[in-house]
């Protein structure tokens, strides 16, 4: 790619950078709302700079989409997917082992990498996966040198969609090409009077990868590494793409909802601060000249009366109640509305049964999430194996309980199956490994894999 078109953005993409901005606001609150406030906060129609000034400086944020997603990435992955590797590949287990445990080499779990994944899709409608391979100098010429190279120890990069800036699909659909623009601070040398801005672009097509780096403002663009990537064998672009739906899409079906409640809560405080310092007022048909203060005293006459200047309470009664509808649907938007918080003494009379109903629509949600993420689980872990050449069968599995009933509840159905005599060996040993895995589902996968062995090696009668 020529170096002056590497910095080209993409049309959706310039369309849709300040929404991400505004998204990951929103999602992540806090500081980053106060920072930001001036660009959420509406000015009201000739309102003083001053009085402005001091509201963006009282900002408050009260961040219940942040809590929303966060709360169905934790429940999606409460219980981690099942990875199922079969065949007789063991090096190749052994892999897979390591990778579940850290698969961006900085020790992320496999399951936790996706969790994130899942936010950022969340947040931002989609989340960007590369697989990429170690890079050597040296030629290698067998598997076994791959192996002991390092070459072919697969690992995952995670970018969020502000920083995928061009690309391009063919006709049916598939990536044809990709670039990634990433920035940071960075000083060269602890010596170094000051910090300078780096930015790097990668280039990634069907075969190759190009780097671009600028740093500073002096230093052109120059490309600094190129070569073929991990998957130019497969013809695949190394990128894999997490998106939700738009109706899944929780941040872009709530955001306006969350901004017009951080404004209304905030117009909400600063009206109630300003009642807090009520005008005296004087009722007297007399010129008025004295001096009124905290040390000083005023003469009244026979007529005349004090009082001080306050607000009812009717506007800023409706406003409370406009605050809470806000808030209750955000969370109707977002599928959680038994989460909104209003308990009344009727809910607390609900039935076990009942609460179970009114979750069903939440968890077919979280299922349709749990689709999603095996299925970028499965295309990932796949085109890993291709790109390596392991003779295994990779199959993902789970993500679709999140009750809170006791293990014990499972374990009664299925011995009510088992009972039936239904007379299959095959059904019986999917049965113990359903059953194993959920017990086991926080062990780690060597474990698994080695019980499922076991099961499968074992004779059960028909």
Request: contains cysteine; aromatic residues 12%.
């Amino acid at each position: 790619m020529n170096i002056p078109n590497i910095n080209r953005e993409h049309p959706e993409y310039t369309t849709r950078r300040a929404m991400w901005k505004k998204y990951r606001d929103l999602y992540a609150g806090g500081e980053r709302m106060r920072e930001n406030g001036c660009e959420y906060l509406v000015r009201r129609h000739r309102e003083p700079s001053e009085v402005y000034a001091e509201r963006v400086n009282r900002i408050f944020y009260e961040n219940y989409i942040g809590s929303i997603v966060d709360w169905y990435a934790a429940t999606l992955l409460r219980r981690e997917p099942v990875l199922l590797f079969e065949g007789s590949d063991s090096a190749a287990k052994d892999f897979y082992n390591i990778l579940s445990e850290d698969c961006d080499l900085k020790g992320t779990s496999f399951s936790e990498f996706f969790r994130q994944r899942l936010i950022q899709a969340l947040v931002c409608g989609s989340s960007y996966i590369v697989v990429d391979f170690p890079r050597a100098s040296m030629p290698v010429f067998t598997r076994a040198d791959e192996d002991a190279s390092g070459r072919s120890r697969a690992y995952l990069v995670d970018y969020w969609p502000d920083e995928v800036i061009n690309w391009s699909y063919d006709q049916a659909g598939g990536l044809e090409w990709a670039v990634i623009r990433t920035s940071c601070l960075q000083q060269s040398k602890v010596t170094d009077a000051r910090w300078e801005a780096e930015t790097r672009w990668i280039y990634y097509d069907r075969e190759k990868f190009q780097i671009y780096r600028a740093a500073g403002e002096q230093i052109p663009v120059e490309l600094i590494d190129e070569g073929p990537h991990g998957l130019a064998p497969l013809g695949k672009v190394p990128i894999f793409r997490l998106q939700v739906s738009d109706g899944l899409w929780l941040m872009n079906k709530a955001a306006l909802l969350q901004l017009e409640h951080f404004n209304k809560s905030n117009a909400l405080s600063w009206a109630l601060t300003m009642s807090l310092f009520a005008m005296p007022v004087v009722y007297s048909d007399r010129e008025w000249n004295q001096i009124v203060g905290e040390s000083y005293y005023i003469q009244l006459g026979p007529e005349d009366r004090f009082g001080w200047t306050e607000p009812d309470g009717k506007v800023y009664q409706i406003a409370a109640d406009n605050l809470v509808r806000l808030k209750d649907e955000i969370y109707r938007v977002c599928y959680l509305i038994n989460h909104a918080g209003n308990v009344s003494s009727s809910d607390l009379r609900q039935s076990a049964a009942s609460k179970q109903r009114d979750f069903s629509i939440t968890q077919e949600v979280l299922r349709a999430y749990g689709d999603t993420v095996k299925d970028t689980m499965k295309q990932v872990l796949r085109a890993i194996a291709e790109a390596r050449r392991d003779d295994l069968s990779i199959d993902v599995s789970g993500l679709d309980e999140f009750d809170i009933g006791d293990f014990s509840n499972e374990l009664d159905d299925a011995k009510k199956l088992l009972d039936l005599g239904i007379g299959s060996g095959t059904l019986k040993k999917q049965v113990f490994k359903k059953l194993a895995f959920k017990f086991l589902c926080d062990a780690r996968q060597e474990v698994k894999n080695q019980v499922a062995e076991e099961i499968d090696a074992h004779e059960y009668a028909q």
